[in-house]
Structure formats: structure tokens, C-alpha cells
């Protein structure tokens, strides 16, 4: 049966590939898997047809064969775990990639977004001066540590693998701070996954949703 994933009907973005849509699509582009795309506005993300599948009211979902996912991280490894080509074959190598998605996830991207909430939800607290330095200060430190880790590696593990999709996804949303061009490995690392055919089938489709019309 026929994918189907749910998008923003007009994402936040503006279509630059932020929305994590753009990451479910990168993987199934990755895996070179035909899928539908079902848009959903901002309202009908809380209707409970959408909550049926995805409880929080948020995008993206996946559905197939009567499978029905949220959580892009548990729909990236869903796809990963079926399909070839985001995962090594190797145990030990698979088990790494496997750490490197849940450390995107959990140990990167959780900072990441916390500048996103001190920039544009808490901007006009009147403690937010004083955040906003602690906030970027937390996030240098995963770029140092991640950096470090790095190294002059091509990808984080070997080959490309769905750890280094997610993590170069989360990083992409630093792009925006300048903070990611402080470490120029980490700019680089992002800049070779973004070069990837399967990265640019993605961000086009998203894109030509959210483009204005011209």
C-alpha cells in the first residue's frame, strides 16, 4: 500500500525545510520509497480525525498497510528498519547509528529548540536578556562536544546513515543563529548532507508547497 504522511498545509517556515516533514521525507527519498503527502492545516491538526493518529495534534504521521506512526524519530527508524540504505548491516555499526538518532533527538536538538523558544516565544519577558546568553552558551557546548566528535569525518559513523539524517536536520535550524558557522566541520558536515540527491528531492517538495505563487 501507498505511504501517506501529513504535512503543514502552510508551514511556519516558509518552506526552508525546517518543518520535520522535510526530515520523514529525506528518509523515504533516502530509501527510495514512493509516498503521498496528506496537508493538514493548522486546524484540523486538532480536529480528531488528526488526533486519532498523531494524540499531540502535531505533524508528521505515517501510515501504511494499517500501520500508523507519529514521532519523527519512531517513523525515520520505521523506515530504516524496513528499507535499505539508512542503516549499516553491520550490529555493532547499526547500533551506533542508532545512538547517533536518539543523540540528535535528545542530546542536541533539545537546546536547539530552546533557542528558538527564547528568541520568538520569550522574547519580551523581562528576563529574556539574561537567557538568551545562557541558552546559546549550552548550545556551543553540544557544538564544541559534537564538533570534537567529529572531527574531519565525512559522517558521524562511517557511512551516511539515518543518525547523521536526523542529526544534520537538527542543525540545520542553528543555520538561521550563525552559531553552526562557528564550527566549521559542523558547517561543512551540514552542507554535505543538504548536497545529498534524496536531501534535495525533499526540501524541493516541501518547498513547492510553501512557495508563493508566481
Known sequence: MTIVITAFERSPDGGKGLARDTRVRWALEEAGLPYEVRLVSFQAMKEP??????????????????????????????????????????????????????????TVEVPVLDLTIARFVEHDKPWAKERLPIVQDRIRQRLRELATRLGDGEWLDGAFSAGDLLMVSVLLRLRPSGMLDEFPNLAAYVARGEARPAYQRAFAAQLAINAPPG
Not at 64 to 71: H, I, M, P, Q, R
Not at 78 to 103: K, N, S, T
Request: proline share 5%; net charge negative.
Open 49 to 106: 480525525a488528526h488526533m486519532a493518529v498523531h494524540p499531540f495534534g502535531q505533524i508528521p504521521t505515517f501510515e501504511e498497510d494499517g500501520l500508523a506512526l507519529f514521532e519523527t524519530g519512531a517513523i525515520i527508524f520505521h523506515i530504516a528498519e524496513q528499507h535499505g540504505g539508512l542503516l549499516p548491516d553491520d550490529a555493532h555499526a547499526r547500533a551506533r547509528a542508532i545512538m547517533w538518532m536518539f543523540a540528535a533527538l535528545n
